[in-house]
């Protein structure tokens, strides 16, 4: 990876990280089997949030791209609107998974086109392409970013309420007026409070080749740059206070590897306060005094014995790697 204007030759890092999510009065991820309650581990209680559930909320961002985030962080990274396309070079921006793709378009181009496949949509080239059945032999199965399952530090407390509204929910039958409120038992069902920790990694192993997603260093800038955005700009009624409070990130001094993700993790990991490892926390009261939330790997006793490339830990909340600053600057694939 180098900081010149030749963007061409910044290599995808080998990196880790890890989301610590916030979540008060609000449901980050329904279960569908469970109609819709909060996901959570049947032994424990502790919360989840799927991966998927949480790379829906980029690829939210990438798609409205009429709305506040996408211009901003686009022109950040030189990622211009041509000819109703938002293009850098030869790579395009659109997204595979959304309700209203034409599959056929998709598998013509997976068994025809697979280069101009990979070149337009930034989310396969990514995460990967679940379009497996139809798919040829160079189908992309896997992505560069892996998001895993978040699960909260505790226990938590489900809260179910009925929603009620006051216009008509139906019309009588024969043209009689229907009823003066509409009804949603139970309806309402949200997580009390929770912090959740869910681990995240780049492995560019699957960028290049024949069976390469073709997923750039320019990908993972944007991608990055996404994660704070994530949930305040995609709320929902449902879900109105969830936040990446921390998102740290460190890149290996190498793509082999230099430090071991399970410590990583681990030493990150928020811890419950009070002695109850097992009690739910509780909303109103504030973060500090129900959780211990690190902010740095290790200590002089404790020292970290991975190797991080330059040394550094980021919150990508705060700040990002210098090199995700530097595709406005050169030229791209022949711009």
Not at 115 to 138: C, H, I, M, Q, S
Not at 149 to 171: D, E, F, M, N, Y
Not at 310 to 315: E, I, S
């Amino acid at each position: 990876m180098n900081g010149t204007g030749n963007n061409d030759n910044i290599e995808i890092p080998r990196a880790t990280g890890l989301l610590v999510i916030v979540v008060e009065n609000s449901n980050p991820n329904g279960d569908p089997d469970q109609e819709s309650d909060p996901r959570r581990r049947n032994h424990d209680n502790r919360g989840m949030i799927t991966g998927v559930s949480f790379k829906r909320k980029p690829r939210d961002l990438v798609l409205r791209k009429d709305e506040v985030v996408w211009p901003k962080v686009a022109s950040s990274l030189g990622i211009v609107a041509a000819n109703g396309k938002w293009v850098k070079g030869d790579l395009e921006f659109d997204i595979l998974e959304r309700r209203d793709i034409a599959r056929s378009d998709v598998n013509q181009l997976l068994s025809n086109q697979f280069d101009a496949f990979k070149k337009r949509y930034w989310d396969a080239r990514v995460f990967g392409n679940t379009f497996l059945e139809e798919g040829g032999p160079d189908t992309i199965r896997s992505g560069i970013a892996h998001f895993s399952l978040a699960v909260s530090v505790a226990p938590v407390r489900v809260h179910r309420l009925t929603k009620t509204k006051t216009a008509p929910a139906q019309s009588g039958r024969d043209g009689a007026q229907g009823p003066s409120r509409g009804m949603a038992p139970l309806a309402h069902r949200v997580v009390e409070h929770a912090v959740y920790t869910m681990p995240f990694f780049i492995n560019p192993t699957g960028a290049k080749g024949k069976r390469g997603t073709g997923c750039t260093a320019l990908d993972i800038a944007l991608l990055l740059k996404l994660i704070p955005f994530a949930y305040p700009h995609t709320k929902s009624d449902i879900r109105p206070l969830v936040e990446v409070r921390h998102a740290w990130y460190a890149e290996h001094e190498n793509e082999l590897g230099s430090f071991s993700e399970f410590d990583f993790i681990e030493r990150l990991t928020p811890k419950r306060l009070g002695g109850d490892r097992d009690k739910p926390s509780v909303s109103g009261i504030p973060l500090g005094e129900q959780y211990n939330i690190p902010t740095q790997l290790g200590n002089e006793m404790d020292p970290f014995p991975g190797k991080f490339k330059d040394g550094k830990l980021y919150d990508l909340c705060v700040e990002l790697p210098p090199w995700c600053d530097k595709f406005k600057e050169g030229p791209m694939h022949g711009e």
